[in-house]
């Protein structure tokens, strides 16, 4: 096979394996050792390692909550309230922590759900007590005070109320203690101290109950209250209202729910008020209800509020090469949206993305996720609400991720550029040397007599090349290397005599017989 | 049988194959097939070569232009290393 | 004539590593748990003694049973009863639940129960890969404060020598978290009656998971594996016979008196010397 033929087939064969690896390189990782498992076992050297997490604070955390209790209660059956206070405080604290890591590692769905919810109802309770308790001890002493007989009917009628919460909220409290101390006994916490809040709570409210009679008399409050219904669901009315005997009609009657002010209404002429009341982001259960009238406190009410199921949905569209748009709608079982409420992106990393439904119960968020495959859910953790929560389905989605940015190009043309420039440097001698006009053959010149035989190789190559340049007339100034420049006919049999005079090669007697056939003018042979 | 003229260009040539052999070798054991190292270590093996069999003396033909291959080289280098600092970046 | 030997030597190299690359191939599989798989599920760097009949086992030695697929007659029951009496410990790893009828020929009450447990109290991102800790005074846990576990059954009866944290429950479903009916609880995974342990997790002792473990697999050793039952073997024929042949010695013998056939050839006087 002669040489053109075997370096056209390199040729074509190196310009077929790049075209084949240039169409992988778009994708330069052809092959990885990828998650291998099997169904008995995984490789742990190809699973991803992830911080191992909060899993191991989760039960101590639901121990101290409970701990929580037993001093928080203790702490108000003493009246030790700035004690109180600041374990009220801390209480809060973890339960923050504990609802934290209870939607962060996806548990709610079991029976650690369920005691968040009846922790976060026994929190409430609590300060409830907290604040009663310390209202019934100013009361206690304003009752010494107070000569005035309409100031005592004031306070009766208030104190009467307190009772009435503090009683209603143990019975609440106490009705929660099995299914907690249940849960609590399936994962080994200690449940002594909060049996023991069970009991202060009790030895609290009983304290309130003794104080009753000496007030003088069960005297019922001029100021009647009554919820109508007495149940309802998110997003109903109630109708909180009542008489109030001997009452100026326009007073203001102040209505509060569990505490906390819920409205005012105004005495109607015929003595009546009337408060709608509509249910929102309270929890389920039992509540109380009293109104104000200047002083005067009413008796208290129960209703109660029933749970309800959601559902929310979750649908998913592009908005750029980076990010992703959730949209979806949050409504109980009947169609009623549930506005203002917390809704939870998990994306399948694990990371949360919070966003809020509008008064439609439509929410819409966007979020930057990395290219690739991504798996999304929608989550509603129905917290403060009387709903149960809800999950939509997995959707998955496809991001494209960022396209190509201009800075490796031009990284590597000014790569490039170097590189050349530096290799240019190293050879000024280009220049200068393609200036000089070759010069031409003279024909017809009698070829030099030159002898060879007899001579080391080396030293016999000497002699040629000197022929040789003699007979195309070049000057013999002219090293090898220029000789070349000038005469590229023959650049092959000088850039091998090159390599014999100042690299120290030896010819081979072929080399030689060839180099003198060229060097007395014969053919283009070169060696 | 090999050429004397052009021995020194003939065993450049098998050192840097027997290199990228090597180097296949080794990626084939490790599980992991990729291309951009592939190349850079490729890179490395053609510009010791081409540094050692360069007489300070003498250009022969066949390195003469090298110099083009070792910039294109250093310029697909310089991509690969921009990309990879760009990844480390928005990461 | 240099040049003839340069070029020669370069074809004989790439002949040797083609040859080394052959044989690689040629005496390594990838079944699970073989001595002959190199990977990352085989167990060929457990450094074990394999022993392949019950009858003579040494008294207060260990035998582990890895994995085993091949049932147990009741003479080799009653070989490991008599191990057992005489103070040799045995410990069985299992879990697919097929130790489950030598068990019950045993007279053990402890069963191995296949599942799907995971974990949330896990290094790992495969619900799978999570820790257990020992409880109890056991000496091949002695010194091993957590053990990872790779996808192990639950073991009911005995003592328990290995549970999981409470947060583990076995997930049905398969989706990775805990829904619908599945409900948290701790989970044992080894436990033992008297000489008697039972392992629910055969993975500990792949190459890949060794490792992971470096403090246990220390204890259990020395200890000898039951060759003929565990899934330590291979169905190569290749591999087989060079077993075959490395054990027998009359064979072993046989091979080596050919392999000096061709030398005796080459260096041995000839008839026109």
């Known amino acids: 096979m002669n040489r053109l033929a075997s370096h056209a087939i390199l040729a074509a064969a190196a310009v077929l394996v790049l075209a084949l690896l240039g169409g992988e390189a778009a994708s330069p990782v052809l092959y990885t050792a990828e998650n291998t498992s099997t169904a008995a076992h995984a490789d742990p050297a190809t699973i991803q390692k992830r911080s191992p997490g909060d899993a191991d604070a989760l039960v101590p955390l639901m121990d101290d909550l409970l701990g929580q209790t037993g001093t928080l209660a203790l702490t108000i059956k003493l009246r030790d309230y700035e004690s109180a206070e600041r374990d009220l405080a801390r209480y809060s604290e973890l339960s923050r922590q504990f609802d934290r890591l209870v939607v962060t590692l996806d548990v709610s769905g079991t029976d650690i759900g369920e005691f968040q919810q009846n922790n976060r109802k026994n929190q409430e309770a609590l300060e409830a007590l907290l604040n009663d308790t310390r209202r019934f001890e100013d009361l206690k002493r304003l009752e010494i005070e107070v000569q005035d007989g309409e100031q005592r009917m004031a306070i009766a009628y208030e104190g009467e109320a307190l009772r009435q919460k503090m009683r209603e909220g143990f019975s609440a409290y106490a009705k929660r203690e099995p299914a907690t101390t249940r849960i609590a006994e399936h994962y080994d916490l200690n449940t002594t101290p909060y049996q023991q809040s069970v009991e202060h709570f009790a030895e609290v409210a009983d304290a309130a109950d003794d104080w009753r009679p000496a007030t003088g008399g069960t005297a019922a409050s001029p100021l009647a209250i009554a919820v109508t219904p007495a149940e309802g669901r998110y997003g109903d009315t109630l109708r909180i209202g009542g008489r109030y005997a001997g009452g100026v009609p326009g007073t203001r009657i102040e209505v509060y729910v569990d505490s906390r002010a819920a409205g005012a209404a105004t005495l109607d002429a015929d003595g009546t008020y009337n408060h709608p009341y509509r249910i929102g982001r309270i929890v389920a259960g039992p509540h109380l209800a009293y109104a104000t009238a200047g002083g005067i406190y009413s008796e208290v009410a129960t209703f109660e509020v029933l749970t309800q199921n959601t559902t929310i949905t979750l649908a998913l569209a592009e908005v750029n090469r980076t990010a992703v748009a959730c949209t979806g709608n949050l409504t109980i079982g009947d169609g009623l949206p549930v506005a203002g409420a917390p809704v939870l992106i998990r994306t399948d990393d694990g990371t949360l993305a919070a966003a809020e439904t509008d008064e439609n119960g439509t929410y819409r968020t966007e979020i930057v996720l990395p290219g690739g495959e991504h798996t999304l859910r929608a989550e509603f953790h129905a917290a403060g609400y009387p709903l149960n929560a809800s999950e939509s389905p997995a959707e998955t989605v496809r991001v494209r991720g960022e396209g190509l940015s201009p800075l490796p190009f031009v990284a590597a043309f000014a790569a490039a550029a170097a590189t050349g420039w530096y290799l240019r440097r190293r050879r000024p001698e280009e220049e200068p040397v393609a200036k000089a006009a070759p010069v031409p053959e003279s024909p017809g010149e009698t070829p030099p007599q030159v002898e060879i035989a007899g001579l080391p190789p080396r030293e016999a190559a000497t002699v040629l090349f000197r022929a040789l340049r003699t007979r195309l007339g070049i000057p013999e100034t002219k090293t090898p290397r220029d000789c070349a420049r000038i005469a590229p006919a023959h650049a092959g049999f000088f850039e091998r005599y090159e390599r014999i005079r100042y690299a120290g090669e030896t010819p081979t007697d072929e080399e030689l017989r060839a180099m003198e056939a060229e060097a007395l003018g014969g053919g283009e042979g070169a060696a | ?91 | 004539m240099a040049k003839v030997r340069r070029e020669a030597w370069a074809v004989l190299l790439i002949l040797l590593l083609a040859g080394g690359a052959v044989y690689a191939h040629a005496t390594t599989t990838t079944e699970e748990f073989s001595r002959y798989n190199v990977g990352w599920n085989g167990t060929s760097n457990l450094a074990v003694e394999e022993v392949r009949d019950l009858r003579g086992l040494p008294p207060g030695a260990t035998l582990l049973i890895l994995a085993p697929d091949v049932a147990f007659t009741a003479e080799e029951v009653g070989y490991l009863r008599a191990f057992l009496e005489s103070g040799g410990r045995v410990l069985i790893a299992d879990e697919e639940g097929n130790a489950n009828r030598l068990l019950a020929d045993l007279g053990s009450t402890m069963r191995v129960r296949p599942g799907n447990l995971a974990s949330l109290e896990r290094d790992h991102v495969d619900p799978g890969l999570f820790t257990g800790y020992p409880v109890g005074n056991a000496t091949i846990f002695s010194g091993v404060e957590t053990v990872l576990l790779n996808r192990p059954a639950a073991v009911t009866g005995g003592e328990p020598l290995l549970e999981t944290s409470i947060l583990t429950w076995d997930d049905a479903d398969g989706d990775g978290r805990i829904g619908g009916s599945e409900t948290f609880g701790t989970a044992v995974v080894c436990a033992r009656e008297g000489n008697l342990t039972v392992l629910g997790d055969a993975s500990l002792f792949v190459n890949a998971m060794l490792a992971g473990n470096p403090k246990f697999i220390e204890n259990i050793r020395p200890v000898l594996i039951d060759a003929a039952h565990s899934r330590t073997g291979t169905a190569n024929p290749l591999i087989n016979a060079i077993t075959w042949v490395r054990e027998t010695p009359a064979a072993a013998a046989a091979f080596a008196a050919l392999a000096a056939l061709p030398v005796a050839w080459r260096f041995g006087r000839k008839i026109d010397d």
Do not use: C, Q
């Open chain 2, 1 to 91: 049988m090999i050429r004397m003229a052009g021995a020194k260009k003939y065993s450049a040539a098998a050192v840097l194959a027997a290199w990228l052999i090597i180097v296949a070798f080794f990626m084939v054991l490790n599980r992991t097939l990729d291309l951009e190292v592939f190349f850079v270590l490729a890179l490395i093996g053609l510009l010791v070569v081409a540094v050692l069999i360069d007489g300070a003396f003498s250009r022969p033909r066949y390195m003469r232009y090298i110099g083009y291959l070792i910039a294109a080289g250093v310029a697909l280098f310089a991509y690969i290393v921009a990309e990879k600092i760009l990844e480390i970046l928005a990461a």
